[in-house]
């Protein structure tokens, strides 16, 4: 896309991503939000969510979000454990994010939801660009659920199906 972000509308701009996103097996669902110009869900084959939109205030970025739901097991087990266990957890998952470049929040407690994030801005958004950071955001995702299970093994997996809206 070229330098100028005003030569593209936002639908063209979600048509574009759109069009990316499936070429990669994403499915799509259109959704609403008052803070986006346009958002969508796009779920991957192994059934892994991201919400993927535009944000009206500032126009220029598309933003990529994917939020985990800890199970209300997994909460409980967690508040149980002691607190510098928790607290283990809880840093090590956080420098694990810090590593990977995303933006998270909801890593404290209680440990009820965390989300992971990162934005492209129109100037810089290429097909290449895009899916590297659609693959990081996934990453993170992936990242959250197995440190999660790794540390509370004795429980199933949290559920990564969440829908958390662009802020």
Same mark, same amino acid.
């Given at each position: 896309?070229?330098?100028?972000?005003?030569?593209?509308?936002? &639908?063209?701009?979600?048509?574009?991503?759109?069009?990316?996103?499936m #070429?990669?097996?994403?499915?799509?669902? &259109?959704? @609403?939000?008052e #803070?986006?110009?346009w +958002?969508?869900?796009a &779920?991957?084959p192994?059934?892994r969510?991201?919400?993927? #939109?535009?944000?009206k205030?500032?126009? /220029?970025?598309?933003?990529?979000? @994917?939020?985990?739901?800890v199970?209300?097991?997994? $909460?409980?087990?967690f508040?149980?454990?002691?607190?510098?266990?928790?607290?283990?957890?809880?840093?090590?998952?956080?420098?694990r994010? +810090?590593?990977?470049?995303?933006?998270?929040? %909801?890593?404290?407690?209680?440990l009820? $939801?965390?989300?992971v994030?990162? $934005?492209?801005?129109? /100037?810089g958004?290429?097909?290449?660009r895009?899916l590297? $950071?659609?693959a990081?955001?996934?990453?993170?995702?992936?990242?959250?659920?197995w440190?999660? %299970?790794?540390?509370?093994?004795?429980?199933p997996?949290?559920?990564?199906? #969440?829908?958390? +809206?662009?802020?």
């Amino acid at each position: 896309m070229p330098d100028n972000e005003d030569l593209y509308s936002p &639908e063209q701009v979600r048509d574009q991503v759109q069009t990316w996103l499936m #070429g990669e097996g994403w499915s799509l669902s &259109e959704k @609403a939000h008052e #803070g986006a110009s346009w +958002l969508v869900q796009a &779920e991957d084959p192994a059934q892994r969510r991201l919400l993927v #939109g535009q944000t009206k205030s500032p126009a /220029d970025q598309v933003r990529i979000q @994917a939020t985990v739901v800890v199970a209300a097991d997994h $909460r409980e087990h967690f508040e149980a454990l002691p607190s510098e266990v928790k607290d283990a957890i809880l840093w090590e998952l956080r420098f694990r994010l +810090l590593n990977m470049s995303v933006d998270f929040s %909801g890593i404290g407690e209680p440990l009820e $939801r965390v989300t992971v994030a990162q $934005r492209i801005y129109l /100037d810089g958004l290429t097909k290449d660009r895009f899916l590297q $950071r659609v693959a990081v955001v996934k990453n993170a995702l992936i990242a959250v659920i197995w440190s999660i %299970g790794r540390r509370l093994s004795h429980l199933p997996a949290p559920s990564s199906h #969440g829908d958390v +809206l662009i802020h």
